[in-house]
């Protein structure tokens, strides 16, 4: 009896062990990725957890080694969410060391970062909070880098040194949007590498003013800074109206603070922060002020929650200040402040012994000083004298700032003056134009 011939099914072993071996490659590739991915992670909050102490002889305090441990265990963790990561330049830093004479070392290193997904602020500090509050986000801004739009994320070492508060900025990240193209990752590192030409500024640009007039002849350039502003939305809409730059100093923590800003910053003026700071012989009028006898980390902490009550800010003068704008140590720590955020200083100039212009250049934040406060007299007639000098200051020396505040009397002397000015042959400019 014949038997029949079974037909091959299509599982057969020929066919089947190609398909085999591919689970197998890709079981295995699966898993490498899971091991690498899982190690990194560890790795990363290993050493985010074991970040060193500084090393202090008495004199000096060196941190570079646990900036270097900090900003290695960040480039992991970035590595680790599949960020390309970039290391744009790495800087020595030092500053005073008040207790001892000495100095505080440490490094800041600028990263570039471009994220495989939507970039958490959220995962970034968990991360940070792994270190038991040795690292920090110290801040964060959103930056204009050759047309891109970046956000800067500021990540601080924190200690307790000779029983003050330390804050030491040791990683910039520059992120980038997901998946950014090499164009864009060029512009941002060109950017950052110039920022001193302003290819890095704060996306809180200014605006053009509406029906803006210019003189057939222009023989000076004037800018005008209305101080106070924050109190009276009424007397601000007055300024609001008048078709020329201006520059509105914004005074924090007041009932109108941040409508100012915002009513100023939507009328195409610009924002300063008119940053309270101690005078010289009385005190401040202020609740929450900048003093000479804070701490290097209380200034900067200050000086950063300040700054953060005024929406649009690009820049800052002082608000009194007679004492702590020639304190040389104060103006180091706000301009180091300033320039981490990218905003400019106008020294009001309250007290000739001022420092603050010349610190501010020194430390590479674009500066300028008040030639004339415009309202000490606040009849209309004075302001309206006073603002025929500047006039002649800017003709004379081919630019001029000035100072006037938010009063009524102020806003219809300025109104009045306009067509004047501009007859005269002064073109009126922000602040920011007569500065660098």
């Given at each position: 009896m014949k038997r029949k011939r079974s037909r091959r099914s299509s599982g057969s072993p020929a066919i089947a062990r190609p398909f085999a071996v591919l689970l197998l490659l890709i079981a295995i590739c699966a898993g490498a990725w899971w091991y690498l991915n899982g190690n990194m992670e560890k790795k990363a909050d290993e050493e985010i957890t074991h970040i060193d102490t500084v090393q202090d002889n008495g004199m000096d305090a060196d941190y570079t080694g646990p900036a270097g441990e900090l900003q290695d265990a960040v480039e992991t963790w970035l590595k680790a969410q599949h960020a390309s990561v970039t290391v744009l330049k790495t800087e020595n830093r030092e500053e005073d060391r008040r207790a001892t004479g000495g100095k505080i070392r440490w490094t800041t290193k600028q990263v570039e970062v471009v994220p495989e997904k939507e970039f958490s602020r959220t995962d970034?500090?968990?991360?940070?909070?792994?270190?038991?509050?040795?690292?920090?986000?110290?801040?964060?801004?959103?930056?204009?880098?050759?047309?891109?739009?970046?956000?800067?994320?500021?990540?601080?070492?924190?200690?307790?040194?000779?029983?003050?508060?330390?804050?030491?900025?040791?990683?910039?990240?520059?992120?980038?949007?997901?998946?950014?193209?090499?164009?864009?990752?060029?512009?941002?590192?060109?950017?950052?590498?110039?920022?001193?030409?302003?290819?890095?500024?704060?996306?809180?640009?200014?605006?053009?003013?509406?029906?803006?007039?210019?003189?057939?002849?222009?023989?000076?350039?004037?800018?005008?800074?209305?101080?106070?502003?924050?109190?009276?939305?009424?007397?601000?809409?007055?300024?609001?109206?008048?078709?020329?730059?201006?520059?509105?100093?914004?005074?924090?923590?007041?009932?109108?603070?941040?409508?100012?800003?915002?009513?100023?910053?939507?009328?195409?003026?610009?924002?300063?922060?008119?940053?309270?700071?101690?005078?010289?012989?009385?005190?401040?009028?202020?609740?929450?002020?900048i003093g000479t006898d804070m701490s290097d980390s209380k200034v900067k902490a200050t000086a950063n929650e300040i700054l953060n009550q005024v929406p649009h800010a690009i820049g800052m003068n002082n608000h009194q200040g007679s004492l702590a704008t020639s304190d040389s140590r104060v103006m180091k720590d706000i301009m180091q402040v300033m320039s981490s955020r990218g905003l400019v200083y106008l020294d009001s100039r309250t007290n000739s012994t001022s420092v603050g212009e010349q610190t501010a250049r020194a430390m590479g934040v674009a500066t300028s000083r008040n030639n004339l406060f415009i309202d000490n007299d606040a009849s209309v007639d004075a302001i309206k004298s006073r603002l025929r000098q500047a006039g002649s200051i800017a003709r004379e020396n081919g630019s001029a700032i000035v100072i006037g505040h938010c009063r009524r009397n102020t806003a219809q002397a300025l109104s009045e003056m306009i067509d004047e000015l501009h007859n005269d042959g002064i073109d009126l400019v922000f602040a920011t134009d007569l500065m660098e």
């Open positions: 970034l500090e968990k991360e940070l909070a792994k270190s038991g509050g040795k690292a920090v986000l110290y801040q964060v801004d959103t930056k204009k880098a050759g047309g891109s739009t970046v956000t800067e994320y500021d990540i601080a070492l924190f200690d307790m040194l000779d029983k003050e508060q330390v804050y030491l900025v040791v990683t910039k990240l520059y992120v980038t949007e997901p998946g950014a193209s090499k164009e864009k990752e060029e512009a941002v590192k060109k950017a950052v590498l110039n920022a001193k030409d302003k290819d890095l500024a704060s996306t809180k640009e200014k605006k053009s003013t509406a029906g803006q007039q210019h003189p057939a002849e222009v023989r000076g350039r004037l800018a005008i800074v209305i101080d106070d502003c924050g109190s009276s939305l009424d007397i601000l809409s007055q300024f609001n109206d008048m078709p020329i730059p201006l520059t509105y100093a914004v005074m924090p923590y007041k009932s109108h603070t941040a409508e100012s800003a915002d009513s100023g910053y939507r009328a195409g003026r610009q924002i300063f922060v008119h940053m309270p700071m101690q005078p010289q012989g009385v005190a401040s009028s202020e609740s929450v002020y």
